[in-house]
């Protein structure tokens, strides 16, 4: 009987939010509509008892649409769509939409740069821009080199010839990394962080399914199902570990102040920057920001910097195994600009004189953008392309579907080339064609932080060992999630080249 109440309910609140939003398209009566959609439902059906694997191409495939804008129904929620950089840049440059839409909700990290409503966010990215700046980046370079060695001999410890998930290893790295730049802890002494790192992403993969099954997007009929119990479970779990990291990095900041008033310096030998969790504990002290505020960043820093990276490498190591040209001309740049006889010197300028990498790097991001799809809500009434679109109307740019959009990058768009990136091919593009970390301010806080400690993760892999696989690019299959994941993780031999400074040493 309780169900059968409930059920009745559910259907009559959905009818009237149906309308009510039918009347609000009007404005938009002309854009086309991705089939099938049905009353209330919307386009669920494309969704609805699928696999991941078919819901992230069920997507990808009605998002793959020639008109610069149409529409799509999650349930009764209408969605504006667009995979034209023209649109993408109205929408994600506009100040009314800076806002994400109640879906980020599912992530509960309502309070974190990622999933904050517009002015909790706004306040917030204010702040926090600065721990980011090229300064402190370049601080943090001596940490990047440290933890792509403990990389390489991690992976150099491994019987050869073994086929890895390359994966595993980089995210563990890039872990490493994170942990130590953004809230000074060392994962490798603080196993509670590699827990953490699991649960998160289990939360995540949970919030990420939730997005596609509309029925769940009541919170009352997810806290009935299953997947709740066992997120709530993750959850408490999560909270106790990222307490005990606070806890953490607190009594490190007062060893660090009672250094400071001694004018010593660290156990690395030099003062550690004001990083991440340092403004966040400041303002937090200065009653800028509540303590959940500080919790949600340290969970959405801990993601954001490290699973992104990491799975992005590993798609990286599967093109270099499967274009050994392309890995000769990427190893061949890194050997030039830091030969193997010397020690590393990573600086800004050498850095910089990676071009190839850089290139190649940024095509791992065009054909494989973690982001695949963003979403963003109106908070005023906005003008695009000609229509008056109101308050309150949720939009979806599919990164995934403009880096292959052939309109842009021409018949071959498909096709792994790094040459996409040369001044020639780039100049006269689009500046929002190419949108791996988002664009306008509400982008990835982390870009270039991405971009330097990437490139020094694979000079330290390429340095060391060529990469092979038995597995190719077309196996790469994705499925739906809030990040880019693939059905089955990319898997690389690894063989130590003959005269890599691990070897030589
Ligand atoms: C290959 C690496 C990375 C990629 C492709 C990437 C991509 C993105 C994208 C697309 C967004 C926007 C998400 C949205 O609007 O829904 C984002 C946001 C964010 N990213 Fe990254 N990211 C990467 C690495 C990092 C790193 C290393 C950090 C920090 C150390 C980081 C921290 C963040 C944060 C905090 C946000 C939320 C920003 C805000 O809303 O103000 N990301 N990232």
Redesign the pocket.
């Known amino acids: 009987m309780m169900i059968l109440i409930l059920f009745s309910i559910i259907i009559v609140l959905s009818l009237v939010q149906y309308v009510r939003f039918q009347r609000k398209m009007l404005f938009a009566k002309d854009l086309l509509t991705v089939q099938p959609c049905y009353p209330v439902v919307g386009n669920g059906l494309l969704f609805l008892g699928k696999s991941g694997e078919e819901r992230f191409y069920n997507l990808a495939g009605v998002l793959n649409n020639p008109a610069k804008l149409f529409k799509m129904w999650l349930g009764v929620y209408p969605v504006i769509c667009t995979s034209d950089p023209s649109m993408a840049q109205k929408i994600l440059t506009n100040p009314n939409c800076m806002q ?1 839409p109640f879906i ?1 909700n599912f992530f509960k990290l309502d309070y ?3 999933g ?1 409503h517009y002015n909790v ?1 706004k306040k ?2 204010k702040h ?1 821009n600065p721990t ?1 700046n090229q300064k402190i980046l370049n601080g943090f370079v001596p940490i990047f080199d440290r933890c792509a060695q403990n990389l390489v001999q991690t992976l150099a410890a491994l019987p050869e010839g073994e086929s890895i998930n390359i994966t595993d290893y980089v995210n563990r790295c ?1 872990l490493e990394m ?1 942990c130590a ?2 809230i000074g802890a060392d994962c490798n002494k603080n196993p509670g962080v590699n827990k953490l790192m699991t649960l998160i992403i289990g939360i995540f993969n949970l919030a990420s399914a939730r997005i596609l099954n509309m029925h769940l997007y009541w919170e009352r009929i997810y806290q009935l199902t299953k997947e709740y119990r066992e997120e709530q479970l993750m959850r408490t779990e999560a909270y106790n570990y990222a307490n005990q990291i606070l806890q953490d990095a607190v009594n490190c900041r007062s060893k660090q102040a009672n250094r400071a008033e001694s004018d010593e310096t660290d156990d690395d030998g030099y003062r550690r920057p004001q990083i ?1 969790i340092d403004q966040l504990l400041e303002l937090q002290e200065a009653n800028k920001l509540e303590d959940i505020e500080v919790i949600h ?1 340290v969970y ?2 801990i993601v ?3 699973d ?2 990491g ?2 490498l590993g798609y990286a190591a599967l093109v270099l195994a499967s274009y050994p040209q392309i890995q000769e001309k990427v190893y061949k740049e890194i050997v030039e600009v830091f030969p193997l006889e010397d020690p590393v010197n990573f600086t800004q300028e050498t850095l910089k004189q990676l071009e190839y990498t850089e290139m190649f790097l940024k095509e791992c ?1 065009r054909l494989y ?3 695949p799809h ?3 809500e109106g908070i005023a009434e906005f003008e695009l392309d000609g229509m008056k679109v109101p308050k309150g109307m949720f939009y979806l740019v599919s ?1 995934y579907n403009m880096h292959r959009n052939k309109e842009v990058w021409g018949p071959n768009a498909d096709k792994f080339d790094p040459e996409n990136f040369t001044p020639e091919r780039s100049s006269g593009r689009h500046p929002f064609a190419f ?4 664009g306008g ?7 270039r ?3 330097i ?2 490139k020094i993760i694979l000079v330290h892999l390429l340095r060391n060992f060529s990469l092979s696989s038995n597995m190719k690019l077309e196996d790469l299959r994705f499925e739906f999630d ?1 990040l880019l994941r693939t059905t089955k993780e990319p898997q690389i031999i690894l063989e130590q080249r003959k005269f890599s400074p691990l070897f030589v040493s």
């Open positions: 994400k980020y974190g740069l990622f904050a966010w917030q990215r926090l980011f890039t994170v730049t953004t991440f960043n959405t820093v954001g910097g490290s992104t990276s799975t992005e991001l953008p973690i982001g963003l979403m963003r990164i949108l791996p970390f988002s301010n509400r982008n990835c806080i982390g870009s932080y991405a971009m400690s990437m809030a």
